[in-house]
T-cell receptor, first 115, second 115 residues
Framework: NAGVTQTPKFQVLKTGQSMTLQCAQDMNHEYMSWYRQDPGMGLRLIHYSVGAGITDQGEVPNGYNVSRSTTEDFPLRLLSAAPSQTSVYFC??????????????FGPGTRLLVL | SQKIEQNSEALNIQEGKTATLTCNYTNYSPAYLQWYRQDPGRGPVFLLLIRENEKEKRKERLKVTFDTTLKQSLFHITASQPADSATYLCALPFPASGGSYIPTFGRGTSLIVHP
């Protein structure tokens, strides 16, 4: 199993550009989520999904969109990038996401720089 | 407001000693608590989960305690090695709107083990 994969590893954007961060898992996990990690701020939840077709907002959802059309994939879209979105983005998955009763598996991260 | 507190200063210890990291939380009684390890440039990796009815959990050289009265978890690494140097994160499920729970991470404590 590849686990949780993320692409790209690194991306530079100009203010106002759009892009999609890809996340895929091959463990048949129902729960998937996106975090951003900034120095001194820790991991903050952006959006999450408890299954295909179901998404919800986390702590910092503004400026980001998600969709979950399949169990395997959970892309994160930035519609109009801003410098404040410069961060490291992590995708995570778990079997069912029952309030952290289970292990969360994290991807390797995507480093995003918005100029 | 900060819901989870971990020491922001790095913990420096000598090889062979026991490292003790602290995770404090406020105004909430979580049913579970998790500890993760994060190496530079990588995603967090799950280490241990402890439930509210468990005072202590062990895994090899790792030990976690969970004091629901003090609202505190302690994470111990015995016989520490330079390879244990990393950032350690605690995570709890905090209640969100609609009856769901959002996994919430502390900012992490950096551990540096000197040979």
């Amino acid at each position: 199993n590849a686990g949780v994969t993320q692409t790209p590893k690194f991306q530079v954007l100009k203010t106002g550009q759009s892009m999609t961060l890809q996340c895929a898992q091959d463990m048949n996990h129902e729960y998937m989520s996106w975090y951003r990690q900034d120095p001194g701020m820790g991991l903050r939840l952006i959006h999450y999904s408890v299954g295909a077709g179901i998404t919800d907002q986390g702590e910092v959802p503004n400026g980001y969109n998600v969709s979950r059309s399949t169990t395997e994939d959970f892309p994160l879209r930035l519609l109009s990038a801003a410098p404040s979105q410069t961060s490291v983005y992590f995708c995570a998955s778990s079997y069912s996401g029952q309030g952290l009763r289970e292990t969360q598996y994290f991807g390797p991260g995507t480093r995003l720089l918005v100029l | 407001s900060q819901k989870i507190e971990q020491n922001s200063e790095a913990l420096n210890i000598q090889e062979g000693k026991t490292a003790t990291l602290t995770c404090n939380y406020t105004n909430y009684s979580p049913a579970y608590l998790q500890w993760y390890r994060q190496d530079p440039g990588r995603g967090p990796v799950f280490l241990l989960l402890i439930r509210e009815n468990e005072k202590e959990k062990r895994k090899e050289r790792l030990k976690v305690t969970f004091d629901t009265t003090l609202k505190q978890s302690l994470f111990h690494i015995t016989a520490s090695q330079p390879a244990d140097s990393a950032t350690y994160l605690c995570a709890l499920p905090f209640p969100a709107s609609g009856g769901s729970y959002i996994p919430t991470f502390g900012r992490g404590t950096s551990l540096i083990v000197h040979p």
